[in-house]
């Protein structure tokens, strides 16, 4: 599956969860499906914005050493839990 049919396939699960059944039980599933779909988010990996010595998370701006980045070869955001790609 390439990363745009990730993207795409993700987009529909949201626009399709919708509560048909009243109750507590109904809004705990779309709760736990909409866990699922940002859990799913995080998996798809995205491009670091380059700002020369440091890079910044495509999801929640938090900036990383690009020295760091290599040193450790870090493959999520240490903030948020975002997949990365190195630069």
Known sequence: MTEYLAERTLANMR???SIT???LNAISEKMALEMGVKALEKQI???LAND???GKCAD???EFNS???S???LKFCLNCGKK????
């Not at 990365?84 to 630069?87: G, L």
């Open 15 to 17: 626009f399709g969860l």
């Open 21 to 23: 059944r009243p109750g």
């Open 52 to 54: 020369g010595a440091f």
């Open 45 to 47: 990996p995205a491009q």
């Open 71 to 73: 040193e450790y070869d």
């Open 84 to 87: 990365i790609k190195h630069f």
């Open 60 to 62: 929640c701006g938090y």
């Open 67 to 69: 020295e760091f980045l």
